[in-house]
């Protein structure tokens, strides 16, 4: 794809383009030692499921550290431990913003594309600034199966009236780059500290979150063929 054909960029949102992952892994941790777990839960535990749908994601952790929760009731608590942490910590990656400001200014469109449930993905872009620009949303409650399934992107393109040859996708975690290449995209892997178990496969290449806080360096070597 050459950058005459792009027309939209579609980015993930936790890790990519803020810090809440590490805070879902703070609400994580909290949850599982309000349960009296067994074992503390450790930084690589929640790396390694990084991505993947929650149910799973709060399945293998509660393996791991030795208890057991209805996943109804792990769900809810687990939120109301982000919802905090959200208000409280949630930031934009240094350069975001600009880089936003930079794409709109070159009339590409911008999707975000998420896991998330929409009311966890409105809280996060309130808090961290990026609401006004974020027209067109992708959440876990807009599709029947999230990453690694490709309906996710297959929706955003809809949303962005793109296609695989307009569009590029900007994701941190295996199952999130899965899920573009499945629909057809080429992938940018971002990468940072919580991802490093990630191999981002199939990405076009891969750039660092520190490199966003010069957005326009960020921006010309995502759009380097």
Not at 21 to 41: D, F, I, N, V
Not at 81 to 108: P, S, W
Request: aromatic fraction near 6%; charged fraction near 30%; charge should be neutral.
């Amino acid at each position: 794809m050459t950058n005459d054909l792009l027309r939209a960029l579609l980015f993930d949102m936790d890790g990519t383009l803020v810090n809440t992952e590490e805070l879902k892994r703070k609400a994580h941790e909290r949850t599982l030692k309000g349960q009296g777990a067994r074992r503390l839960l450790e930084l690589n535990d929640y790396a390694e499921v990084m991505g993947r749908p929650f149910s799973e994601v709060s399945r293998e952790l509660m393996e791991k550290a030795g208890t057991n929760l209805a996943p109804h009731d792990y769900r809810h608590i687990w939120n109301i431990h982000y919802a905090k942490l959200v208000d409280e910590f949630a930031a934009a990656h240094e350069g975001a913003l600009r880089l936003f400001k930079m794409i709109r200014e070159r009339r590409l469109k911008i999707a975000i594309v998420s896991s998330s449930t929409r009311i966890e993905m409105e809280r996060v872009l309130r808090k961290t600034g990026l609401a006004p620009w974020a027209v067109n949303l992708v959440s876990g409650d807009d599709v029947t199966a999230v990453k690694p399934s490709p309906e996710p992107y297959v929706k955003a393109m809809k949303l962005t009236f793109t296609d695989r040859d307009s569009a590029l996708a900007l994701e941190d975690t295996d199952a999130g780059c899965e899920s573009a290449l499945a629909a057809g995209l080429s992938v940018i892997g971002v990468r940072h500290e919580l991802n490093a178990r990630h191999r981002l496969q199939g990405t076009r290449h891969i750039l660092s979150v520190h490199e966003m806080a010069n957005p326009e360096l960020f921006l010309s070597r995502l759009l380097e063929p």
